[in-house]
């Protein structure tokens, strides 16, 4: 035992020496490995965290675009609405300025068919046509032309510097669209108000 006892701190130092390397060696390997798991959830949070932001640009374009083409679809929906509204509209107004106009060419057929104005002397056109004239508001004037295009008689309720003088062109226009037809209307003027 002598032999072991002098040479057992030295052992120990070399036990000591050893196992410290040992660990030293156990140490690294475990840090290598540690690392090697870090670099390795840093790059998976890197991974989730592109795909996450790519998903959701995605998301948002597809979206963006949505919503162009919806307005988009929207706002011609609604322009040919109010277009065929316009047209309803316009429709209606046509309607009413047409039978207002057939309205008054009755009313002058009536007044013709009752009494032939050719026929009658000039006071007596006058009379009649002046009962017309008061009958209904909208005729200003009236004047009477025979076949052959000339004036027999005129009624007005503008003074007389204001009346509409038939001119040569007037009774050339009016004779040549008449035809067969029963009227013509010539061009209508509408007073500013």
């Known amino acids: 035992m002598k032999k072991i006892t002098p ?17 030293k060696r156990t140490v690294k390997r ?17 991974l989730s965290t592109t795909l ?7 998301s948002g374009i597809i979206l963006l675009g949505n919503t162009a083409i919806n307005t988009y679809i929207n706002y011609s929906g609604n322009c040919k609405l109010v ?13 009413q300025v047409k039978n207002y106009i057939h309205k008054k ?8 068919l009752v ?20 009958v209904d508001s909208s005729f200003r004037q009236l004047a009477l032309i025979n076949s ?21 062109e007037n009774i050339k226009d009016l004779f040549s669209n008449m035809g067969y037809k029963d009227f013509y209307i010539s061009s209508v003027f509408i007073d500013v108000i």
Request: aromatic letters at 2%; charged letters at 30%; glycine letters at 2%.
């Open 30 to 46: 475990i840090a290598k490995k540690a690392a090697k798991t870090t670099a390795k959830t840093k790059d998976l949070k890197s």
């Open 115 to 134: 009494s032939d104005l050719t026929e009658v002397e000039t006071e007596e056109q006058k009379r009649i046509m002046s009962r017309l004239l008061n």
């Open 83 to 95: 277009e065929n509204q316009q047209h309803i509209i316009a429709d209606e107004a046509v309607k």
């Open 7 to 23: 040479k057992l701190p030295e052992l120990f130092k070399q036990i000591k020496k050893k196992a410290e390397a040992t660990v």
């Open 105 to 112: 060419m009755d009313m002058m057929s009536s007044m013709v």
């Open 148 to 168: 052959s295009g000339e004036e027999l008689s005129r009624i007005s309720r503008l003074a007389s510097s204001l009346d509409g003088q038939l001119t040569e």
């Open 52 to 58: 996450s932001i790519a998903f959701i640009t995605v």
